[in-house]
T-cell receptor, first 113, second 111 residues
Framework: NAGVTQTPKFRILKIGQSMTLQCTQDMNHNYMYWYRQDPGMGLKLIYYSVGAGITDKGEVPNGYNVSRSTTEDFPLRLELAAPSQTSVYFC????????????FGEGSRLTVL | QQPVQSPQAVILREGEDAVINCSSSKALYSVHWYRQKHGEAPVFLMILLKGGEQKGHEKISASFNEKKQQSSLYLTASQLSYSGTYFCGTLSGAGSYQLTFGKGTKLSVIP
């Protein structure tokens, strides 16, 4: 049982480049989330989705876009990468509402130079 | 608004107890606790709902003081495996989807 799978695990980008972080879950969870984690700052919510076709902004959405065409997939798009987007990104999912347990992927470490 | 955790870091010897606190300036509906080991993803410990208390793990329990908007995580007879960074996450309402995490408390258990 894979759970939540993120790719890539590591990536280095140049300023201005774009990329997509992939997230797939095989637990049939309706709710999915993208967080970023900076050293000593905890986890900040970027975007979330309550089901296929429905997405909404979190606390720090600027510079990112998401889509949710299927229950399983929730990719995060970075447009025009900036050094401030250097971070570790975690995708998570939950069965019911956010009141349930969040299952996290292993994270994607992104460096923008 | 981000909840405040204290202490920021603590070092324990095996078998000692620890308390980690989480406080918010906003009224809370629920408090969520997660543990993250270095280089790994956060792992769920437990949720405390307004009006209730829930235990998620043996020897790790928590309380939720609704009047003070505070939660405390109690680790009893600590083991080496308890080492990691503990995060509390808070929800301000039942309909909210935005779990707001604190900055974390780094716990180190030494032999």
């Amino acid at each position: 049982n894979a759970g939540v799978t993120q790719t890539p695990k590591f990536r280095i980008l140049k300023i201005g480049q774009s990329m997509t972080l992939q997230c797939t879950q095989d637990m049939n969870h309706n709710y999915m989330y993208w967080y970023r984690q900076d050293p000593g700052m905890g986890l900040k919510l970027i975007y979330y989705s309550v089901g296929a076709g429905i997405t909404d902004k979190g606390e720090v959405p600027n510079g990112y876009n998401v889509s949710r065409s299927t229950t399983e997939d929730f990719p995060l798009r970075l447009e025009l990468a900036a050094p401030s987007q250097t971070s570790v990104y975690f995708c998570a999912s939950s069965y019911g509402t956010v009141l349930g347990e969040l299952f996290f992927g292993e994270g994607s470490r992104l460096t923008v130079l | 608004q981000q909840p405040v955790q204290s202490p920021q870091a603590v070092i324990l010897r095996e078998g000692e107890d620890a308390v980690i606190n989480c406080s918010s300036s906003k009224a809370l509906y629920s408090v969520h606790w997660y543990r993250q080991k270095h280089g790994e993803a956060p792992v769920f410990l437990m949720i405390l709902l307004k009006g209730g208390e829930q235990k998620g793990h043996e020897k790790i329990s928590a309380s939720f003081n609704e009047k003070k908007q505070q939660s405390s995580l109690y680790l009893t007879a600590s083991q080496l495996s308890y080492s990691g960074t503990y995060f509390c996450g808070t929800l301000s309402g039942a309909g909210s989807y935005q779990l707001t995490f604190g900055k974390g408390t780094k716990l180190s258990v030494i032999p």
